[in-house]
């Protein structure tokens, strides 16, 4: 499929590192097994924001479910970086994993059913998560869960995994696509170049990595550069050097 026009990316969203215990959740009804959720997301977060510009940034206990969904609705990309929690007998009960803070005994949770019900104008989002591609098979329509439920809601184009995924490999991976997408790439090819480079990276396994797959439309996107004020701070400061280096010189040649 060739991509689509050159989209001018106006709004990203990023939800990364929310507020999490580091102790086991207590059950509940929807979350019939405890789990035990590390803090994850903030070496995604600090090289992604590097790269471009997040318009709206819920991490620690902003990463809450008060803020995401009225923030998905204005946003046109979307970047998660938690934990999520698939269902493949009951996919539509999947779940993204949210903040907790200190008036709650357990994290919030969106469900999938949730996105599903949703209207939305973003054409991309990013779930770097655990299994966030997974859930039952359906003939014709795939597997339910975490993509059908974006893109039903009208999100084109979704990038989701297949199995666990690695924290410090995923937060490597998603720099690298970024980069490529920057450079000029599809987001469909720039998900390509970034297996194609952490291939040649003997850090990580290929299995750390490798479970993202790319759904739907691709796009040619534009996306708002990150944190290059440091760099022409740099250069600014060079010139000046250079320039003031010069005068010096010049002036004790003429004395």
């Given at each position: 499929?060739?991509?689509q026009?050159?989209?001018q990316v106006?709004?990203?969203l990023m939800?990364?590192d929310?507020?999490?215990?580091?102790t086991?959740t207590?059950?509940?009804?929807?979350?019939?097994?405890?789990?035990?959720?590390?803090p994850?997301g903030?070496k995604?977060?600090?090289?992604?924001r590097?790269?471009?510009?997040?318009?709206?940034q819920?991490?620690?206990d902003?990463?809450?479910?008060?803020?995401?969904?009225?923030?998905?609705?204005r946003?046109d990309?979307?970047?998660f970086?938690?934990?999520?929690?698939?269902?493949?007998?009951?996919?539509?009960?999947?779940?993204l994993?949210?903040?907790?803070?200190?008036?709650?005994?357990?994290?919030?949770?969106?469900y999938?059913?949730?996105?599903?019900?949703?209207?939305?104008?973003?054409?991309?989002?990013?779930?770097?998560a655990?299994?966030t591609?997974?859930?039952?098979?359906?003939?014709?329509?795939g597997?339910?869960?975490?993509?059908q439920a974006?893109?039903?809601?009208g999100?084109?184009?979704?990038?989701?995994?297949l199995w666990?995924?690695?924290n410090e490999?995923s937060?490597q991976f998603?720099k690298i696509?970024?980069?490529?997408?920057?450079?000029?790439?599809?987001?469909?090819d720039a998900?390509?170049?970034?297996?194609?480079?952490?291939?040649?990276?003997?850090?990580?396994?290929?299995?750390?990595?490798?479970?993202f797959?790319y759904?739907?439309?691709d796009?040619n996107?534009?996306l708002?550069r990150g944190?290059?004020?440091?760099?022409?701070?740099f250069?600014?400061?060079?010139?000046?050097?250079?320039?003031?280096?010069?005068?010096?010189?010049?002036?004790?040649?003429?004395?």
């Amino acid at each position: 499929q060739e991509p689509q026009a050159r989209w001018q990316v106006e709004s990203v969203l990023m939800l990364a590192d929310p507020t999490l215990p580091l102790t086991q959740t207590r059950p509940t009804p929807s979350h019939r097994n405890g789990a035990v959720f590390l803090p994850v997301g903030r070496k995604e977060l600090e090289a992604v924001r590097k790269i471009i510009r997040i318009h709206i940034q819920l991490a620690g206990d902003q990463a809450n479910k008060a803020q995401l969904l009225p923030a998905l609705q204005r946003s046109d990309w979307f970047h998660f970086a938690s934990h999520s929690v698939s269902r493949t007998s009951e996919s539509l009960y999947g779940e993204l994993i949210l903040a907790m803070t200190a008036r709650q005994s357990e994290p919030e949770r969106v469900y999938a059913f949730e996105i599903f019900q949703m209207q939305l104008r973003m054409k991309l989002a990013i779930l770097s998560a655990c299994e966030t591609a997974r859930g039952a098979f359906l003939n014709g329509e795939g597997f339910e869960g975490f993509v059908q439920a974006f893109r039903a809601a009208g999100t084109p184009s979704v990038i989701a995994s297949l199995w666990k995924v690695e924290n410090e490999a995923s937060a490597q991976f998603f720099k690298i696509y970024y980069e490529e997408v920057v450079r000029g790439k599809s987001t469909a090819d720039a998900l390509q170049a970034a297996k194609l480079r952490m291939l040649a990276d003997s850090r990580f396994s290929v299995l750390d990595w490798a479970a993202f797959n790319y759904y739907g439309h691709d796009w040619n996107a534009q996306l708002p550069r990150g944190d290059v004020a440091p760099a022409y701070v740099f250069i600014v400061l060079a010139v000046i050097v250079l320039s003031s280096s010069i005068l010096v010189y010049y002036w004790k040649r003429s004395r």
